[in-house]
């Protein structure tokens, strides 16, 4: 995956290597769990949608490091699970949109079941940025695309009493504007390269040019000196008697 897909992490060193934490990134795709897990050394605990963990791949995806959630109600359980994880020094990856956002120009609007579970827990919230996942694969041929992940500094845990209003706060005041400013960064980055090998490109042609150019300035001035085309002037010598 890494060499396929070209993965390219930045800020990895802002997810704390050891104790409890809870990652937070954007969501893409299915696959983004495994891009995160791939972007950090820590073994990753994530949650998924039950539908998911039906005959073989649920027993992977559980191998993987997954735990089921049922989406559209309160699932107590994953919760618990989600704590317990917590509660033993782990790294939970929770999407605070809640479900995919395809569009890759656009981020969904943040639940507050992330930060509200890092203040009741009291565990750091590190916000995540992900790109390039949406639309991986033509039908079962993934395609070579560049997948870009990106941490921002972590958010420690706040004073804030574990509630509502406070989880609102921490998550739309705190966390999510960060997650927007790495999308935003990520998302400029290819333009940036792209623009780089345009303006190489027109140095390139610009040098080639200004080569060319002083390639026929010399032959002209050979020319005028009586050396004719591209072969050297034969030189004639009297002979002396």
């Known amino acids: 995956m890494r060499i ?21 990134p954007n969501h893409k795709s299915f696959f983004d ?7 950090t050394k820590r073994h990753l605990r994530f949650m998924g949608k039950s539908e998911l963990f039906e005959g ?23 919760l618990e699970t989600a704590r317990e994880i917590l509660r033993q020094g782990g790294l939970l990856a929770l999407f605070p949109e809640g479900t995919r956002v395809r569009d890759p120009e656009a981020l969904g609007v943040p639940r507050r079941g992330a ?3 890092a203040l009741e827990m009291r565990v750091p ?12 694969f033509l039908g079962p041929i993934p395609k070579p695309r560049r997948v870009q992940v990106a941490f921002a ?8 009493e574990a509630t509502p209003e406070a989880a609102g706060e921490l998550t739309e005041q705190l966390l999510w504007p960060q997650v927007e400013t790495e999308y935003r960064r990520l998302r400029a980055r290819p333009g940036l390269i792209a623009a780089g090998l345009g303006m190489l490109g027109i140095g390139g042609a610009l040098a080639v040019r200004s080569q060319r150019g002083r390639g026929a ?5 050979r020319r005028k000196r009586g050396g004719g085309g591209g072969a050297l002037p034969k030189l004639r ?5």
């Open 56 to 78: 073989r791949r649920g027993r992977l995806l559980l191998r993987l490091g997954a735990f089921p959630v049922r989406r559209g109600e309160a699932d107590l359980e994953a």
């Open 4 to 24: 396929w897909f070209r993965l390219r992490i930045a800020g990895a060193d802002h997810v704390p290597t050891e104790g409890a934490a809870i990652v937070a």
């Open 115 to 117: 930060g509200r579970l």
């Open 237 to 241: 010598r009297k002979r002396r008697r």
């Open 217 to 221: 300035g010399a032959l002209a001035v």
């Open 33 to 39: 769990s495994f891009f995160v897990a791939l972007a």
């Open 153 to 160: 500094p972590a958010i420690p845990p706040s004073e804030l």
């Open 125 to 136: 919230l590190v916000p995540a940025a992900i790109t390039g996942t949406e639309r991986l």
